[in-house]
Structures are given as C-alpha cells and as structure tokens.
C-alpha cells in the first residue's frame, strides 16, 4: 500500500500532474474575483471565507477523473479489481488519499497567501485552514466514486464533477458557515465544525467502499 501511495503522488506531482494544476486554479479563480467586485476590502474580507472554499472545491475536482484512468490504461486496474473486498477498498482508500494528499493539502497551504488577498483576518484566514484541511479529503474519498463510475469512459471528466458537486455541496455549507463562525459573534464555531468532520469521516468510510463496488460493476 506504501508503494501504491508512493506511486500515485509520483503521478500527480510529475510534470502537468493534478497539484500544480490545482494550486494555479485555485490562484486563478480567487485573484479574478478583486477585479470583478472592485476594491472594497471590507467586502473582501467578508466574502473572502466563501470565494476561499468554493475555490478550493473545484480545485479539488481536478484530477479526479484521472484517479483510475492510469490503472486502466497500463492494465493494473484489472489485477486491482480481481483482489478480495476488503483489499479492494483498502487501495481504493490509499488512491483516494494519494489524490488529497498531491491537491488537496497543497490547497490548505496556499490559503493563507490568498486570505491575504482577500483582506482578511488571521482568526479568519486560520478558520478556512482548518475547515479545508478537515473537508477536502472527503471530497476526494466521495470523488472516487464518480472516478470509479466514469472509469470506462474515454473522456469522463466533466462526468465526474456532474456527479460529485452536488454530494459536495453539505461540505461546502458546513466549511464556510465553520469559517464565517469563528470571525462573527456570537455564532459557535463548533458546532458547524463537528458537523463538517463527521461528514469527513462518513465520506472516508462510504467513498472507498462504493467506488470499489462501482469497479466491480463496471469490470463485470
């Protein structure tokens, strides 16, 4: 499984792999947005929250597509496929987590040089560190089931975010009312946190287990 990991990040991090790609989207997106609202910075600061996670959210998305594409196209996605249930979901698993770890984590990084962009508050730019660094990876462990159904298609990306974005969206809720908690009184910042990880933590439970049932199915 170690070397499994080792050789997704490798994938995702060489030349024109999915965590450069999604760092200068995610740059992109927020950057365009000053220019679009003019330069109000107390609304920057107030919206800066929001435009960080949706952002992030799409940034997240890319890649996915890419998550079995590689495996079916060298042919280990059939020997992957032919291993027990249980060993099945496990690299599901390891993949999924490879895939956060090369798009997801460079995302959380980056946070801080756009929070400054968006003229906002370290109390607040820290909340939206904390909240992407909680809810990103459920949206690569949930993205590995639309990867697992868009597999057998040659060109299934806009497939997969179709099919992800709306199973994001309670995780773009809970993230930016989390953030926007943390900075505006009296609203509790714990309550819409504890929400947002246990959505994480069902996501890493049902992602690998459907994907890896979504594989079956289309090896059948």
């Not at 060489?14 to 450069?20: Q, V």
């Not at 993949?95 to 980056?110: C, D, E, N, Q, Y």
Request: aromatic content about 8%; charged content about 10%; hydrophobic content about 65%.
């Amino acid at each position: 499984m170690m070397a499994l990991l080792k050789r997704d990040l490798a994938i995702a991090t060489r030349s024109g792999g999915a965590a450069m790609l999604g760092v200068l989207f995610f740059l992109a997106v927020v950057a365009v947005i000053p220019f679009g609202i003019g330069p109000d910075l107390n609304l920057l600061a107030r919206i800066g929250p929001a435009i960080l996670w949706i952002g992030a959210l799409l940034a997240s998305l890319l890649g996915l597509d890419r998550l079995f594409q590689a495996d079916r196209e060298d042919g280990s996605l059939d020997m992957l496929v032919m291993q027990d249930w249980f060993s099945l979901v496990l690299t599901v698993f390891v993949k999924s987590l490879a895939h956060w770890l090369a798009t997801g984590l460079p995302l959380v990084l980056a946070a801080p040089l756009l929070g400054l962009l968006m003229n906002m508050s370290a109390t607040a730019t820290g909340a939206v560190m904390l909240t992407l660094l909680v809810g990103t990876p459920a949206i690569s462990f949930i993205g590995a089931v639309g990867a697992a159904v868009a597999v057998v298609l040659p060109r299934g990306g806009l497939l997969v975010s179709i099919l992800i974005l709306p199973l994001a969206i309670p995780i773009l809720i809970f993230g930016v009312s989390a953030s926007y908690a943390a900075v505006t009184d009296p609203d509790p910042f714990l309550p819409p946190f504890m929400i947002l990880s246990a959505i994480a933590l069902f996501f890493a439970a049902l992602g690998p287990v459907a994907a890896a049932a979504a594989l079956k199915g289309a090896a059948d």
